[in-house]
């Protein structure tokens, strides 16, 4: 298979993982978003990457939202939320700043494979993205895909993200072509 069909192949087996989304765990994630003060994302290697892509599109649409561990990142305060994405919902550096979240008196959302991790225990809200892990046996709702590693969680959560901007826009009433007037200009 060529570069192009195993794209073709990888898209299909995103949107199938995306349909098998729980929409009441997505809306709930909705919610906290639209009610927060300020949005904080954090995760570990390339699902940290995926959230800081949606940390971007929030603030081009008018959010207050910052990556956890950037020079730049203010304290973290009750009324905030962190949004958490790792696949395992075990990674020990995400449950100990979850854990300072809730400390903070802010609310957790985690998006992972297995809801009931530890991680999935500290949240408020957790967004089961079903894709495939090998920490599982492979059967009909655990099926290996084409593309390598946790490549299907990581390009969910920036697929889910980015819908989660149409979402929240629309939802503002925010015109995302003029919205990206907040898009970095010193480039």
Do not use: C, W
């Amino acid at each position: 298979m060529n570069s192009v069909e195993v794209s073709h192949k990888a898209a299909i087996e995103l949107a199938e993982t995306l349909k098998n989304m729980d929409v009441n765990q997505v809306n709930k994630l909705v919610s906290l978003i639209r009610n927060k003060q300020r949005i904080f994302v954090t995760g570990a290697g390339r699902s940290l990457l995926m959230l800081k892509g949606f940390a971007m599109r929030l603030m081009h649409i008018g959010f207050e939202a910052y990556i956890v561990g950037e020079v730049t990142t203010p304290a973290f305060l009750p009324n905030d939320l962190l949004l958490v994405a790792s696949a395992s919902g075990e990674t020990k550096s995400l449950v100990s700043i979850a854990d300072r979240a809730k400390e903070y008196g802010g609310a957790v959302v985690v998006l992972s494979i297995f809801e009931k991790s530890i991680l999935g225990k500290i949240a408020d809200e957790v967004v089961k993205i079903p894709a495939y892990t090998d920490k599982l046996p492979e059967n009909e709702l655990n099926k290996k895909g084409i593309l390598p590693g946790g490549s299907m969680f990581e390009e969910a959560v920036l697929l889910l993200g980015d819908s989660l901007i149409v979402e929240l826009a629309n939802a503002h009433k925010i015109d995302t072509s003029k919205a990206f007037e907040n898009h970095a200009n010193l480039e």
